[in-house]
């Protein structure tokens, strides 16, 4: 890389560090939060969920949108709101307050995560440096996860958890001051018209979908609000296919969405995602139910996952460049099924933390070459112009997955508890759910193998 590639390099992991910080930095630290501000115990949830409804909702419109009017315009903007939504969180003394902040910085996060993508890739060509920088953006935002729910417990208990959304200000601040000398942006050389249909359709159906899954985990999956919104929001992207079919100038062209290692790529990047995420709750669940860890010690104990995490995604690019998308993807995806299988074995006794320490460190390494296969495949073979689309379309697969994830493994844990109570209960439905989390990624993987193709078979299929 020359000198300006790791100064862009460096400013944008920033930024997407700084936004996974910001997604999980609350997540401990929500009791305190709504005694702090007077929430009832039943709309809690909805610090989480209107954050993840605006990221994960808006994440596909906001991609285009980046092709359209200029990456660096939309990241630039999402930043300084970023930084602004936070210091409004942090000085809210109402819910209602509070809430419309995390709107924001949702809507921020929408903003910011596709368009540094399509920065990253834009500024390395395909190739070995484009898959490095790509391993390392998929490291630290995963090392952002488990450093936001470190941050957030010593943030609470060491200072106050208005700290929780100050952190994020000056580094805000600092990225908007210094990313319009330092990052290059490329400009379509014809503005075309935003196709309203397919964003209303695709923006509604992502929306309601997200909703309906975070009630599924609130309220259970068999609920008329559960129901009727995942129906709805499942219709509304039937309807985008079409629309998208029709338009002149669509939102998302369906010949991308036909493509091999779209499809793919952005399945296997789903399952990583549904299956680490739910992991690092039902542990949470073990780890405080069971063994009777404090929040804090838990988000410490996450710590060696972090590390894993890292260590995953620093090798990720160069077993990508070394053994092509779909034998990193396998082999990451058996890794952590592997790793997450022998977690079955956990008890009650406390010496089983080391197990849990060992798994998740290698099962941390196994996720994070899927996750840096998955995001080199899903942007591989589209022109710059077409980038902001594929990063807008692989952030939307990693939005939805990270809220799939825990009401869908939290379902099974529930079912297999029953009407049992205590720790032996709460161990039973955890392991139990651990076991669908291995064969579901072991299923993924043998997707993976059999569908995606080796580099050139994929590259000549897309053509």
Known sequence: MTGRQKLVLTLLLGAQFMVAVDFSILNVALPVVGEGLGFSLANLQWIATSFALAAAGFTLLFGRIADLIGRKRLFIGGMAVLGLSSALGGLATSPETLLVARVLQGLATAAVTPAGLALLTTAFKEGPLRERALGLNGALMSAGFTAGAILGGL???????????????????????????????????????????????????????????????????????????????????????????????????????????????NWAGLIAFVTETSLVFLLTLYLQEVLGYSPLATGLAFGVLGVGTVLGGTLGGRAVGRFGNRATIVFGGVVQAVATLALVALGTSGVWIWLLLVATFVGGIGNMLVIVGFMVTATSGLPDDEQGLATGLATMTQQVGITLGIPVMSAIATAAMGTRTGSDAVLSGVTTAILVNALLVLAGAALAGLFLGGRRRAEAADK
């Open 155 to 265: 943030l609470s208990d060491l200072l106050s958890w208005r700290w929780a959304f100050f952190i994020n200000v000056p580094v805000a601040a600092l990225i908007v001051a210094l990313a319009p000398s330092v990052i290059t942006d490329s400009r379509p050389a014809r503005r075309p018209r935003l196709d309203v249909p397919g964003a209303v359709t695709v923006t509604g159906g992502l929306l309601l979908l997200v909703f309906g899954l975070t009630q599924a985990g609130e309220h259970g999956w068999t609920t008329p609000t559960t129901l009727l919104s995942l129906v709805a929001g499942l219709a509304f992207l039937v309807a985008f296919w079409f629309v998208e079919d029709k338009a002149a100038e669509p939102l998302v062209p369906t010949r991308v969405l036909k493509r091999r290692n779209v499809i793919w790529g």
